[in-house]
């Protein structure tokens, strides 16, 4: 998608920062916008954005409402969101006006009942890429088995994620990689695209 603008939504503050610093540092000009910024940073940030001054934006969802850009060719979801509703709003944010637009998500493994609870929303399963490097079979498995009902979801305790916020923990025990957000050799694999 040359020339467009790309949206990186975050769940939370901290990971938005870590992940522009970690896509500055890869050789992608980024900027952050989320709720401890503040009007002014936002507004600056916005600005050169549209400007395609730095052509990515890294953003929560509640800094995000109302952002109205176009030429957004890409939107991906670093984090899911745990509000189904927000994929929709997310995803919206792309491909406006009849233009053309992605978005890719990319799901952990204490994310799938995210994804279940986002699939019942849009009344579709989200269409799968298995055959990238970051692919985990046992996870696209573990998905299936779930959605076709032979097997439970991880149950939520309380309300609180397992490990919670941006420091989460996957199947391989490590924390959530900020510092490779060019995708090499990261844990995380694209739900869609």
């Excluded at 998608?1 to 990186?8: P, R």
């Excluded at 204490?110 to 046992?138: C, F, G, S």
């Amino acid at each position: 998608m040359e020339g467009k603008l790309t949206i990186v939504f975050s769940r939370t503050k901290h990971g938005a920062n870590k992940l522009a610093k970690s896509l500055c540092a890869a050789g992608f000009p980024a900027d952050a916008i989320h709720g401890n910024k503040s009007q002014a940073q936002r507004e600056k940030a916005l600005e050169r954005f549209k400007k395609g001054l730095t052509p990515v934006l890294v953003a929560t969802d509640v800094a995000a409402r109302g952002v109205d850009v176009k030429d957004v060719g890409l939107v991906v979801n670093f984090d899911l969101p745990n509000e189904p509703e927000a994929y929709v709003h997310r995803i919206g944010r792309t491909g406006r006006a009849g233009a053309d637009g992605r978005a890719v998500s990319f799901c952990a493994d204490d994310e799938l009942e995210y994804l279940r609870e986002i699939e019942k929303i849009i009344k579709m399963p989200v269409p799968r890429w298995d055959d990238h490097p970051w692919h985990l079979e046992a996870l696209a498995e573990r998905h299936l088995r779930i959605k076709t009902g032979g097997g439970k979801a991880p149950q939520s305790q309380g309300g609180r994620r397992q490990g919670g916020g941006g420091n989460r923990r996957g199947n391989n025990g490590g924390t959530r990689d900020y510092s490779n957000a060019s995708g090499r050799q990261n844990r995380r694999g694209p739900a869609s695209r």
